[in-house]
Antibody, heavy 119, light 107 residues
Framework: QVQLVQSGAEVEKPGASVKVSCKAA????????IHWLRQAPGQRLEWMGW????????KYSQKFQGRVTFTRDTSATTAYMELSSLRFEDRAVYYC????????????WGQGTLLSVSS | DIQMTQSPSSLSASVGDRVTITCRAS??????LAWFQQKPGKAPKSLIY???TLQSGVPSHFSGSGSGTDFTLTISSLQPEDFATYYC?????????FGQGTKLEIK
Protein backbone atom coordinates (compact mmCIF):
# COMPACT_ATOMS: atom_id res chain seq x y z
CA GLN A 1 0.00 0.00 0.00
CA VAL A 2 1.02 3.61 -0.45
CA GLN A 3 3.25 4.93 2.32
CA LEU A 4 4.94 8.25 2.92
CA VAL A 5 7.19 8.07 5.96
CA GLN A 6 8.71 11.32 7.15
CA SER A 7 11.76 11.93 9.26
CA GLY A 8 11.48 12.63 12.96
CA ALA A 9 10.90 15.76 14.96
CA GLU A 10 13.51 18.51 14.79
CA VAL A 11 14.55 21.30 17.13
CA GLU A 12 16.50 24.14 15.55
CA LYS A 13 17.69 27.59 16.50
CA PRO A 14 16.58 30.75 14.75
CA GLY A 15 18.64 31.35 11.63
CA ALA A 16 19.46 27.69 11.18
CA SER A 17 18.26 25.36 8.43
CA VAL A 18 16.34 22.11 8.60
CA LYS A 19 15.94 19.30 6.09
CA VAL A 20 12.94 16.99 6.29
CA SER A 21 12.76 13.74 4.34
CA CYS A 22 9.76 11.89 2.95
CA LYS A 23 10.33 8.24 2.01
CA ALA A 24 7.79 6.92 -0.49
CA ALA A 25 6.78 3.30 -0.97
CA UNK A 26 4.00 1.28 -2.56
CA UNK A 27 3.65 3.28 -5.79
CA UNK A 28 5.64 4.52 -8.75
CA UNK A 29 7.56 7.39 -7.16
CA UNK A 30 8.36 9.22 -10.39
CA UNK A 31 4.76 9.20 -11.64
CA UNK A 32 3.54 11.82 -9.17
CA UNK A 33 4.42 15.14 -7.66
CA ILE A 34 5.18 15.55 -3.99
CA HIS A 35 3.60 18.49 -2.21
CA TRP A 36 4.95 20.06 0.93
CA LEU A 37 2.58 21.73 3.39
CA ARG A 38 2.69 22.88 6.97
CA GLN A 39 0.36 23.51 9.86
CA ALA A 40 1.32 25.86 12.67
CA PRO A 41 -0.38 25.34 16.05
CA GLY A 42 -4.03 26.30 15.82
CA GLN A 43 -3.61 27.56 12.26
CA ARG A 44 -4.98 26.51 8.93
CA LEU A 45 -3.00 24.31 6.60
CA GLU A 46 -0.51 26.12 4.39
CA TRP A 47 0.75 24.90 1.02
CA MET A 48 4.49 25.43 0.41
CA GLY A 49 4.87 24.01 -3.07
CA TRP A 50 5.59 20.83 -4.97
CA UNK A 51 8.35 18.92 -6.71
CA UNK A 52 7.88 16.76 -9.77
CA UNK A 53 9.46 13.51 -8.65
CA UNK A 54 10.23 12.56 -12.24
CA UNK A 55 12.14 15.56 -13.57
CA UNK A 56 12.76 17.57 -10.41
CA UNK A 57 10.78 20.60 -11.54
CA UNK A 58 9.57 22.66 -8.62
CA LYS A 59 6.83 25.17 -7.84
CA TYR A 60 7.19 27.22 -4.69
CA SER A 61 4.67 29.37 -2.93
CA GLN A 62 5.89 32.93 -3.18
CA LYS A 63 5.75 33.17 0.60
CA PHE A 64 8.61 30.67 0.89
CA GLN A 65 10.48 31.46 -2.33
CA GLY A 66 14.18 31.88 -1.65
CA ARG A 67 13.99 30.16 1.73
CA VAL A 68 12.80 26.68 0.80
CA THR A 69 14.32 24.07 -1.49
CA PHE A 70 12.71 20.83 -2.61
CA THR A 71 14.85 17.98 -3.89
CA ARG A 72 14.37 14.30 -4.52
CA ASP A 73 16.43 11.15 -4.86
CA THR A 74 14.69 8.82 -7.28
CA SER A 75 16.91 5.86 -6.43
CA ALA A 76 15.90 6.21 -2.78
CA THR A 77 12.29 7.18 -3.61
CA THR A 78 12.69 10.02 -1.16
CA ALA A 79 11.78 13.67 -1.35
CA TYR A 80 13.35 16.39 0.78
CA MET A 81 12.32 19.81 1.97
CA GLU A 82 14.96 22.21 3.25
CA LEU A 83 13.90 25.41 4.98
CA SER A 84 16.55 27.98 5.82
CA SER A 85 16.79 31.14 7.93
CA LEU A 86 14.40 29.65 10.43
CA ARG A 87 12.19 31.94 12.48
CA PHE A 88 10.14 31.27 15.59
CA GLU A 89 7.01 31.39 13.43
CA ASP A 90 8.26 28.42 11.39
CA ARG A 91 7.30 26.19 14.28
CA ALA A 92 4.81 23.81 12.71
CA VAL A 93 4.09 20.28 11.61
CA TYR A 94 5.44 19.80 8.09
CA TYR A 95 3.75 17.33 5.78
CA CYS A 96 4.62 15.79 2.46
CA UNK A 97 1.78 14.51 0.28
CA UNK A 98 1.68 12.80 -3.09
CA UNK A 99 -0.62 13.96 -5.83
CA UNK A 100 -3.59 11.92 -6.92
CA UNK A 101 -4.21 9.78 -9.97
CA UNK A 102 -7.01 11.97 -11.24
CA UNK A 103 -6.07 15.28 -9.66
CA UNK A 104 -2.82 17.05 -8.89
CA UNK A 105 -3.56 18.17 -5.35
CA UNK A 106 -2.23 16.64 -2.11
CA UNK A 107 -3.99 13.30 -2.22
CA UNK A 108 -2.16 11.09 0.29
CA TRP A 109 -0.20 12.53 3.20
CA GLY A 110 2.77 11.56 5.27
CA GLN A 111 2.49 11.44 9.04
CA GLY A 112 4.04 14.86 9.56
CA THR A 113 7.27 16.15 11.08
CA LEU A 114 7.20 18.58 13.99
CA LEU A 115 9.68 21.42 13.75
CA SER A 116 10.35 23.47 16.84
CA VAL A 117 12.38 26.67 16.64
CA SER A 118 13.87 27.69 19.93
CA SER A 119 16.84 29.70 21.07
CA ASP B 1 -4.05 34.81 -3.07
CA ILE B 2 -7.49 33.23 -3.11
CA GLN B 3 -9.10 33.40 0.32
CA MET B 4 -11.13 30.41 1.43
CA THR B 5 -13.73 30.94 4.13
CA GLN B 6 -15.56 28.10 5.81
CA SER B 7 -18.70 28.27 7.88
CA PRO B 8 -19.38 27.46 10.54
CA SER B 9 -16.00 27.36 12.30
CA SER B 10 -17.41 24.83 14.74
CA LEU B 11 -20.48 22.68 14.88
CA SER B 12 -22.06 20.39 17.45
CA ALA B 13 -24.14 17.51 16.18
CA SER B 14 -25.36 14.06 17.14
CA VAL B 15 -24.80 10.65 15.60
CA GLY B 16 -27.30 10.25 12.77
CA ASP B 17 -27.62 13.98 12.08
CA ARG B 18 -27.21 15.50 8.65
CA VAL B 19 -24.67 18.31 8.58
CA THR B 20 -23.53 20.74 5.93
CA ILE B 21 -20.30 22.72 5.87
CA THR B 22 -19.91 25.63 3.50
CA CYS B 23 -16.77 26.89 1.81
CA ARG B 24 -16.60 30.15 -0.10
CA ALA B 25 -13.77 31.27 -2.37
CA SER B 26 -12.85 34.93 -2.80
CA UNK B 27 -12.91 34.45 -6.56
CA UNK B 28 -14.13 31.78 -8.94
CA UNK B 29 -12.23 28.51 -8.80
CA UNK B 30 -14.39 26.48 -11.18
CA UNK B 31 -14.62 23.05 -9.51
CA UNK B 32 -11.01 22.88 -8.28
CA LEU B 33 -12.00 22.29 -4.70
CA ALA B 34 -11.03 19.50 -2.33
CA TRP B 35 -12.21 18.51 1.14
CA PHE B 36 -10.05 16.96 3.86
CA GLN B 37 -10.78 15.39 7.21
CA GLN B 38 -8.27 15.72 10.04
CA LYS B 39 -8.38 14.03 13.42
CA PRO B 40 -6.27 15.25 16.37
CA GLY B 41 -2.60 14.43 15.98
CA LYS B 42 -3.11 12.91 12.55
CA ALA B 43 -2.41 13.96 8.99
CA PRO B 44 -5.30 15.20 6.86
CA LYS B 45 -7.14 12.63 4.80
CA SER B 46 -8.49 13.47 1.37
CA LEU B 47 -12.25 12.96 1.09
CA ILE B 48 -13.36 14.72 -2.08
CA TYR B 49 -11.69 16.37 -5.06
CA UNK B 50 -13.02 18.28 -8.07
CA UNK B 51 -15.75 19.52 -5.71
CA UNK B 52 -17.84 16.36 -5.84
CA THR B 53 -15.70 13.30 -6.64
CA LEU B 54 -15.46 10.97 -3.69
CA GLN B 55 -12.09 9.45 -3.00
CA SER B 56 -11.90 5.68 -3.21
CA GLY B 57 -12.81 4.14 0.12
CA VAL B 58 -14.60 7.20 1.49
CA PRO B 59 -18.07 6.30 2.75
CA SER B 60 -20.98 7.33 0.57
CA HIS B 61 -22.62 9.37 3.33
CA PHE B 62 -20.09 12.06 2.42
CA SER B 63 -20.88 14.23 -0.59
CA GLY B 64 -19.68 17.48 -2.07
CA SER B 65 -21.20 20.01 -4.40
CA GLY B 66 -20.69 23.46 -5.84
CA SER B 67 -18.84 25.34 -8.50
CA GLY B 68 -17.43 28.81 -8.93
CA THR B 69 -17.23 30.37 -5.47
CA ASP B 70 -19.65 28.42 -3.28
CA PHE B 71 -19.22 24.83 -2.17
CA THR B 72 -20.69 22.46 0.38
CA LEU B 73 -19.64 19.28 2.13
CA THR B 74 -22.59 17.24 3.37
CA ILE B 75 -22.47 14.34 5.78
CA SER B 76 -25.86 12.72 5.46
CA SER B 77 -25.86 10.61 8.62
CA LEU B 78 -23.11 11.31 11.11
CA GLN B 79 -21.15 8.34 12.35
CA PRO B 80 -19.02 8.38 15.51
CA GLU B 81 -15.82 8.30 13.44
CA ASP B 82 -16.85 11.44 11.52
CA PHE B 83 -16.19 13.80 14.42
CA ALA B 84 -13.12 15.67 13.25
CA THR B 85 -12.01 18.93 11.67
CA TYR B 86 -12.79 19.49 8.00
CA TYR B 87 -10.86 21.72 5.61
CA CYS B 88 -11.59 22.88 2.09
CA UNK B 89 -8.75 23.66 -0.31
CA UNK B 90 -8.65 25.33 -3.71
CA UNK B 91 -6.20 24.21 -6.37
CA UNK B 92 -7.30 26.49 -9.19
CA UNK B 93 -4.52 29.02 -8.74
CA UNK B 94 -1.20 29.11 -6.95
CA UNK B 95 -0.67 29.24 -4.08
CA UNK B 96 -3.12 26.52 -3.15
CA UNK B 97 -5.04 27.78 -0.13
CA PHE B 98 -7.13 26.24 2.63
CA GLY B 99 -10.12 27.28 4.63
CA GLN B 100 -9.72 27.85 8.35
CA GLY B 101 -11.38 24.56 9.19
CA THR B 102 -14.68 23.44 10.68
CA LYS B 103 -14.50 21.50 13.92
CA LEU B 104 -17.33 18.98 14.16
CA GLU B 105 -18.00 17.95 17.74
CA ILE B 106 -20.36 15.55 19.41
CA LYS B 107 -23.39 17.18 20.98
Amino acid sequence: QVQLVQSGAEVEKPGASVKVSCKAAGYSFTSYVIHWLRQAPGQRLEWMGWINADNGDTKYSQKFQGRVTFTRDTSATTAYMELSSLRFEDRAVYYCAKSGIAWLGPDFWGQGTLLSVSS
Amino acid sequence: DIQMTQSPSSLSASVGDRVTITCRASQGIRNYLAWFQQKPGKAPKSLIYDASTLQSGVPSHFSGSGSGTDFTLTISSLQPEDFATYYCQQYHLYPYTFGQGTKLEIK
